[in-house]
């Protein structure tokens, strides 16, 4: 029986969705292969190698090379967590030969994870088109993992959200912050996680970040805000914006909840229930890759400016509640703020969740993107 034939059978009510089961019980919402370079010298291999097969997708950047101790560890880490990913059924790693980040060390560490993976690299192979052809015939090779993917009905507890607020703009912090933020509390209320990124927003107020961590996550807050001490913080704008704001204000699209875990960038998620905070900036590229390799099945991203930009890894949600960008961008803006209720915002959720395509989706317009430690070469 096809996927697509069980799909009409499943046909889910309005409180659940249709995902897909992995082997080791996590459950994705897109079904796809990522074809990943682990060095930006193989980035137009992978893209082309996704563009010629089926049912893939390309995660191109420029990452991988002349890179420094941590950073180059963070890299490394941040692959092996998109690979991880629910979404993704098996990953094709692309490399060069010649590369910091190497291609078979990525593949042998998805492997030790028991995650499908391929590799394949373009001076082993003997160039570009013979290794276009490798990488073709890998992400067939990990097709039938597309197929056995179990179709199972679920719910909004088995969800892992990633949201991100780019900007500390009036209406969204008026109407865009507070309504996702009731949609994070009714996530967690049915058993789900929420994972957030901007990590401005709370070391603005390391004070008030601290009172807002459980018991068991004290020592990791105070380690998350020991590490930016010292730092200047990337995003300065919304830092000093968050400053000005007050913590409450700044994280009202964390709903008001405890703390539970906090996420190092790249690294997946542990947290059964509850919120973490992914250790990322507000910068809606770097902050999506973060999410996604922290586990988050599809992210809510609001924004003031209207940024139009997806992510190859996750279906993501643009919401905002300025007049203005809603209609400048009609088509880009998935959610009206100012216009829907929480309700209306689950059920939207959840319809993507059962594979109904977002605006970036629609358009094919996706950026990946890792944060950096500190400088490359």
């Known amino acids: 029986m096809t996927t697509d034939a069980i799909a009409e059978e499943t046909e889910p009510c309005e409180e659940t969705f249709t995902g897909y089961r992995r082997s080791d019980g996590r459950l994705g919402v897109r079904n796809q292969v990522l074809v990943l370079p682990s060095v930006i010298c193989s980035h137009l291999i992978a893209e082309e190698i996704a563009a010629r097969a089926d049912r893939a997708v390309a995660a191109p950047h420029d990452h991988g090379c002349a890179q420094l101790g941590a950073d180059n560890d963070q890299t490394k880490e941040t692959f092996?967590?998109?690979?991880?990913?629910?979404n993704i059924a098996g990953t094709v790693v692309v490399g060069l030969g010649c590369e910091h980040v190497q291609s078979d060390a990525v593949a042998a560490a998805l492997s030790d994870r028991d995650l499908p993976v391929r590799e394949v690299a373009i001076q082993d192979a003997g160039g570009t088109e013979p290794c276009i052809k490798q990488g073709i015939e890998a992400v067939s090779d990990l097709g039938e993992h597309i197929e056995t993917a179990t179709r199972k009905r679920s719910s909004l507890g088995d969800l892992t959200v990633g949201i991100v607020s780019s900007d500390l703009g009036d209406s969204t912090m008026r109407e865009a912050d507070p309504l996702v933020g009731e949609f994070a509390r009714t996530v967690i209320e049915a058993g789900g996680r929420v994972i957030v990124a901007g990590n401005e927003r709370f070391t603005a107020h390391p004070k008030e970040t601290r009172a807002a961590a459980d018991r068991d996550t004290t020592l990791d807050v105070e380690a998350f805000l020991k590490r930016h001490q010292n730092l200047p913080a990337r995003a300065m704008r919304v830092h000093s914006k968050a400053r000005e704001r007050g913590f409450k204000d700044s994280t009202r699209?964390?709903?008001?909840?405890?703390?539970?875990?906090?996420?190092?960038?790249?690294?997946?998620?542990?947290?059964?229930?509850?919120?973490?905070?992914?250790?990322?900036?507000?910068?809606?590229?770097?902050?999506?890759?973060?999410?996604?390799?922290?586990?988050?099945?599809?992210?809510?991203?609001?924004?003031?400016?209207g940024i139009p930009t997806g992510h190859p890894i996750v279906p993501v949600l643009k919401v905002s509640a300025n007049e203005d960008t809603l209609a400048a961008l009609p088509d880009d803006i998935d959610i009206d703020a100012s216009a829907v209720t929480t309700t209306d915002l689950t059920e939207r959720v959840l319809t993507i969740?059962?594979?109904?395509?977002?605006?970036?989706?629609?358009?094919?317009?996706?950026?990946?993107a890792i944060t950096r430690v500190g400088p490359s070469m």
């Open 80 to 86: 092996l967590g998109v690979g991880s990913n629910p």
């Open 253 to 305: 699209f964390c709903g008001d909840l405890p703390i539970r875990e906090v996420v190092s960038y790249g690294e997946v998620a542990t947290h059964d229930q509850g919120l973490a905070i992914v250790d990322a900036p507000s910068r809606f590229e770097e902050a999506a890759t973060g999410l996604a390799a922290a586990g988050a099945q599809i992210v809510l991203h609001i924004t003031g400016e």
């Open 353 to 368: 969740a059962n594979g109904e395509k977002t605006c970036t989706e629609r358009h094919g317009i996706t950026e990946f």
